[in-house]
């Protein structure tokens, strides 16, 4: 910090860089509203208050004046962009700072995976804080790209951007005291502890805390939030692509607790980024629901700032960074500009040209198949078989059990009762695992998808009507070094590559989009009569929601949390 | 932290070592208080609910449970006790965390008498967090026994217990950008800056903290505080002996900003600690003044463990520490049971024999005087005279001017006028300065006064009516290794040692309140018609409050801050 040059600005000695004239200041720590000039000398606000001069004036005529919004907790991984190119998507949003937990990439590449995401948002625009990622892998039931033990996080602990330990999802080995999950807590007992405990309650939610772990962002009725706010957590509101709790948690609210609540958006598409957009909508959402705005925009700002123990962003306050965002309706904030560090990024919903240059991209390729061992012939052992039942719009699934369609003593897909084959090709190892399957739900009636976005492994997944399509869309995503991918037949008919460790792409988040867009209407030229067929993929390999799910190493009947065979007789 | 044990009483697989049943909770994280019980196991809570059991119980039939009480900013020395003898003071007033600036004895023993703070509380029952004094010494216009520069004070944030940088009182050389008060500032940026800045408004205000400062507890006016609370200070209501701020800064406090508002204590004395209380007393004066009773509660509690970044303290929540208080009328808490990390310190305003072994205290002599260049005559150079007039209750005193009794070419004391023979030792390096002036406003009729309780170079100060006298009080205090002492001619008629830096007495504090009170009846015998003559003349030294001041190195004319004549003409 340049003390001399903060301080001749502060005095009015030397004339601020930036100087915001009639302001409507809204503070967040006082919860009120007031005319005020704010002074900024190059990156931090330095003062309050009538007198300032500014070799930049920006006469706001009576707009309002905030805080720059903070997302406390978010994958970055999940809008499919780098660190950079989602700085590109938010920061017009009036998001300057977040906290992200690489839990996807660290799946697929570890540590280093983690480190390219430090890396990546190094001198970049938006604040990228990082939380270790605490359940790599999610379980020993599929083949992960990493596994990261509490003396390799620890590793995290000298970096100035990493605030603590990611949710720690592993809830069940929290309370029995498994002892790789304490080496981990004791190993961040001195930083910030978040957690994730969707349904926890009474004394396993006590015990939960008592290990120290502080926040939740996976309540999802007010009581379960009220009872986690009375035991000294912070909420983290959720509004993601898939998980909405805003309408539910918001009543939980008292004038009292406020203080302690901040908004989230965990994960987001690129769509809904762009066309709703990030913490920002999340805001005018909860003034729409009643909350007051000053309240809003403190849990969007001041509230995580505190919760994380970032004494310098969350309020607009001499010493903190100029991380600020200028709207003109205070029922239903848009952001029109957006400072970070005293710079104009991001006007009128658009990033300003030359702001965040590209930055090279450095990482292994993280599709390592071994093509030879990959088929997709079910042998047929039996009559009667297990399938995986995806409900709409849920993660959980029903595990179904139906009668085999048997074809030259294998079992095939059976369009007519949508009962497709999916397999689960691991692709960190080149161990050859190909675990194989059935699944309804999906509603193909041709075709195959394919995909790498497979939480929490990653792996390759493949959904499809017959063998040749399935082989054609795997092979594309494979050529791409991840992505995802449509095919016909032998036709590759859309595509998305997501090199960046088979999760995100090097591309601008609009082309991202489009992409994504292409591939949708592929699948439902396919016959998929779902909204995102692809993402409803992402989550049938994910091990630890019931009831029924498939990994490379096969099908795992959650609720048993084991291993079962395709075949019931 | 034994996370097994914890684990296994929380999820209630073991009794807790500890369970308070029937409790009224007092929740300072939502702002509520209903019926609870509590389970802590060991020296943490483990878990708030039905069902648990206890190995021990304790029905509190409906009383309430609130946590232990923080003070925010006090310097323990001013109790005159050791930080051992401190906490038996303050624990059964529920006070079980203070922060403390330990400046007094700083300013005598520098490091060593910061480490010996650390060292006396460390493994004592209260928490002592101490601040790194920042200003050692307070100007260059007094001999102080220690100069602590940045480099030395940067030593102390290794220590856990070390939580920032105490006030910075030089508030002009932080808006100047002096630079070893920068040097300072820089040290400590990562960490808690607290401030003192009394009256400082507007853009002085603004660059005091946009150096990086984040509290206050100096505000005298509620205008003042509210401008600071909008400027994202943090603020301290301090309730001291000296200092009442409460009755002026309540009306500042708004539920929207009284989540940044603490209360501190400062600098207590004995006596006030013994009869009202510490934090305790503050809360009960608050509620009594209209405060909401657990807005007040939060304001002594959590408020301050937020400021500070102490996640396991502050309120009832599993892993926090088991430091409680238990009490029956919420509209005046008096804690009737105090547990400090679950084990029962005080009960009914006693601390619990055995709680506080007392500890061997190894500290250098203080008092070093060169006692052969001390004399007390005033030679007369001139007719009219600088006098010290003292303002009764005030620590500011007036700058008069009056003619001189003159006897045999000496300047003497008149007492048919009030003015009396002030001298000011150097007691540290013996260098033999001997700072002499005159003042009015104390009232010895005969005899004089004498301590090394001198804020804040400590010097050895006395003030008498004639140089028997004069000599015999110093001399007494001298003997005692420091202290506070009166004589009457000869005869030396009431002391107090306080050999511990010549600041700290090593006895309990009762019998520290019993010599004070002894001292003051000698005053009064005297002629002193002041409540506490010794406190007045504890202030007459400190070259940093207006107007006219005496030090070792003469009379300090603090409006011009430089070192004036005796004599005008």
Redesign the interface.
């Known amino acids: 910090?340049d003390?001399?040059e903060?301080?001749?600005?502060?005095?009015?000695d030397k004339p601020a860089s930036l100087l915001f004239k009639n302001a409507k200041l809204v503070?967040v720590?006082?919860?009120?509203i007031y005319p005020a000039d704010v002074?900024v000398r190059r990156t931090?606000?330095?003062?309050?208050?009538p007198?300032?001069d500014g070799e930049e004036v920006i006469d706001l005529k009576g707009r309002y004046l905030a805080p720059g919004f903070i997302d406390a907790h978010v994958h970055i991984e999940s809008s499919m962009c780098t660190p950079r190119e989602f700085a590109r998507a938010i920061l017009p949003h009036g998001v300057t700072s977040v906290v992200t937990d690489p839990h996807e990439i660290a799946n697929v590449l570890g540590l280093e995976g983690i480190s390219f995401m430090l890396e990546n948002a190094k001198y970049g625009v938006l604040n990228v804080y990082v939380m270790a990622s605490s359940c790599v892998p999610a379980t020993h039931m599929s083949t992960a790209g990493a596994r990261l033990e509490a003396y390799e996080i620890e590793y995290l602990k000298g970096n100035r951007w990493v605030l603590g330990l990611a949710e720690m999802m592993n809830y069940p080995g929290?309370?029995?005291?498994q002892q790789d999950v304490?080496d981990k807590?004791?190993t961040f007992?001195d930083m910030v502890l978040d957690g994730h405990a969707p349904g926890l309650t009474?004394?396993?939610l006590?015990?939960y805390?008592?290990?120290?772990?502080?926040s939740d962002h996976e309540c999802m009725t007010a009581d379960e939030a009220?009872e986690k706010?009375?035991?000294?957590?912070t909420i983290f509101i959720r509004e993601g692509t898939n998980a909405h709790n805003l309408r539910n948690l918001l009543s939980a609210a008292?004038?009292?607790?406020s203080?302690?609540i901040c908004f989230c958006t965990d994960d987001r598409h690129p769509a809904d980024l762009m066309e709703q957009g990030s913490i920002d909508y999340i805001v005018r959402m909860a003034i729409a629901q009643g909350l007051d705005p000053?309240t809003a925009i403190r849990m969007a700002t001041l509230n995580a700032a505190?919760y994380f123990?970032l004494?310098d962003r969350g309020?607009?306050?001499?010493?903190?960074r100029a991380d600020l965002i200028v709207f003109s309706d205070l029922s239903a904030p848009v952001p029109e500009m957006v400072y970070r560090s005293g710079r104009l990024v991001a006007q009128d919903g658009v990033m300003l040209p030359g702001v965040e240059p590209p930055r090279p991209i450095e990482l292994r390729n993280a599709m390592n198949v071994d093509w030879g061992a990959v088929n997709f012939d079910i042998p047929a052992n039996g009559s009667r078989v297990r399938v995986i039942g995806n409900v709409p719009d849920q993660l959980v699934t029903e595990h179904l059990v139906r009668d085999a369609r048997v074809q030259d003593g294998r079992v095939v897909g059976d369009t007519e009762h949508d009962i497709l084959t999916m397999a689960v090709v691991e692709r960190h190892r080149s161990t050859g695992n190909v675990g194989k399957g059935l699944i309804n739900g999906i509603g193909l009636k041709r075709g195959a998808i394919a995909g790498t976005v497979a939480h929490d492994h990653h792996n390759l997944v493949v959904i499809g009507v017959d063998n040749v399509s399935m082989m054609a869309a795997a092979r594309a995503v494979g050529k791409m070094g991840g992505g995802l991918a449509a095919a016909n037949g032998e036709n590759v008919i859309a595509t998305l590559p997501l090199p960046v460790a088979g999760l995100m792409s090097m591309e601008p988040i609009e082309e991202v989009r489009a992409s994504l867009d292409a591939l949708l209407d592929a699948a439902g030229q396919l016959g998929s009569p779902l909204h995102d067929p692809f993402m409803a993929m992402s989550f049938m390999a994910l091990e630890v929601i019931p009831k029924l799910k498939l990994t490379d190493v096969g099908l795992i009947d959650v609720e048993r949390f084991e291993i079962v065979d395709l075949f019931v007789d």
């Open positions: 910090m003390y001399q903060i301080l001749a600005a502060a005095r009015g503070n720590f006082t919860g009120e002074a931090r606000i330095v003062g309050i208050g007198g300032y929290v309370i029995a005291g304490v807590l004791e007992e009474g004394k396993p006590n015990a805390m008592a290990a120290g772990i502080r009220r706010l009375r035991l000294g957590m008292t004038p009292e607790n203080h302690r000053i505190d123990g004494r309020g607009i306050a001499p010493n903190r």
